[in-house]
């Protein structure tokens, strides 16, 4: 009789390892493969957005770092221009052949995230009771949040105003003043375009006149509006909206705009030191610091609008899984990897984003002068909100805006027209 209850706890034991070894999940460990010399390797896809040097070398160096602590697991890197990503990664979903782990922008994840494209994040989250969660910037933490899932971590791109010091003094303006009000931009603008032979040399500020929405929301913002209001109806054609538009269109015509693309691949004027003001990110703003020297940019909270209002654009990269990953252990735990304090914080130290994590804050902003603006300006900053008729109103108000810009219609007219049809495909989608 003792013989057989051996016998039998033994079978059981047996079984009960044999279970273990079979189950996976969230619980399970993501080094197997390193702890087993005779595992195969796991490769992960990783695309990310953006081919600038400075970025991809930071990303590189995050992957290096990550493959000689998880030896089991290897990254593959592609590296796409933001113009053809969205749609690249649109077809790639499609045919079932997504990355595992991507990089998606502000308004890419937010307008898609109900399409069920994304692993949710939560559960890996909780059964390894991860510390940075509790670290993060909370509102930065649900930019990434839908329907109680998480679905994206964020590095963060806040969009305070910046301009050339040097170009300044060449304009007989103080180099440590910059705008203090909405109309003092506009001043500014004029007073600071250069011309040579009747033709614009430099812009007096960086207003982008095609793909131009980031540009335009960011002087909307301090007018206490947006382009679409919380159902995701447009709004762009308000009296406000329409205004601002005319007084940008002004600009244009005077000069102190140069035509530009949001997305152009080297870069927006401000960058390329074609312009001296823009509401630019500091991950754009990097590598003109690199090249020119920091002491020739200057950093601040955008002027107060008529309210007072001195929000700040926030948009950014969200990290993210694709929810038929075949490994979103490994997935989450090379996201998990870059968010960790020391990794975070070099990488947006390179490139000029913003770490999300509050241990981060006090190192970054030793840094320079512009991560303590950054900082500040995330206390009243906003991004697009979450709605899946995103796309729609952005692709309708480029339209009006380049419209307006090109003369092929007054604003007003353009404005009233696009979001119109905004509406009706709205309407029609439902």
Known sequence: MKKRSIATLAMLLALALALAACSGGPSESSNAAASDPNAE???????????????????????????????GIKVELTSIPWADYFQKLTVAYSGGLQPDIHGLGFGQLISTVDQGKYL??????????????????????EAGQYEGGQYGLLLPEIRPLAWRKDFFEEAGLDPESPPKTFDDIFAYAEKLKK????K????????????????????????????YDAEGHPTFDSPASVGLVEKMVDLYE???????????????????????????????????????????IGWTLPPAGPEGKQTALMLGTFLTAAQKTKHPEEAWTFIKFWFEKE????????????????????EFVKLG??????????????????????????????????ESFNGIKPPADALKSNAEMAREEIAAAK
Do not use: C
């Open 41 to 71: 390797e796991i490769v992960l896809k990783f695309w990310y957005p953006g081919t600038d040097e400075i970025l991809t070398g930071a990303v590189k160096q995050v992957i290096q770092k990550f493959e000689r602590t998880h030896p």
């Open 120 to 141: 949710d994040l939560s559960p890996y989250i909780e059964a390894d009771r991860w510390e940075g969660k509790d670290d993060f910037f909370p509102d930065i933490l």
């Open 195 to 198: 011309a040579e032979n009747g």
């Open 200 to 227: 614009t040399t430099r812009a007096g500020i960086d207003i982008q006149t095609s793909n131009g929405e980031q540009s335009y929301l960011s002087l909307l913002l301090l007018l206490g509006e947006d382009f």
């Open 254 to 296: 005077s000069g102190a705009i140069i035509a530009s693309n949001q997305q152009q691949v080297n870069g927006t004027p401000f960058v390329n030191s074609q312009a001296a003001m823009a509401f630019v990110s500091t991950a754009g703003a990097a590598s003109l610091q690199q090249s020119i020297g920091a002491d020739k």
């Open 343 to 362: 990794n975070v914080l070099e990488f947006a130290t390179k490139t000029g984003s913003i770490p999300p994590l509050r241990s981060a804050k006090d």
């Open 369 to 402: 002068d512009g991560n303590e603006v950054a900082f500040e300006a995330m206390n009243d900053a906003r991004g697009y909100g979450a709605s899946g008729h995103w796309a729609i109103n952005v692709k309708y108000l480029r339209l009006a805006l380049e």
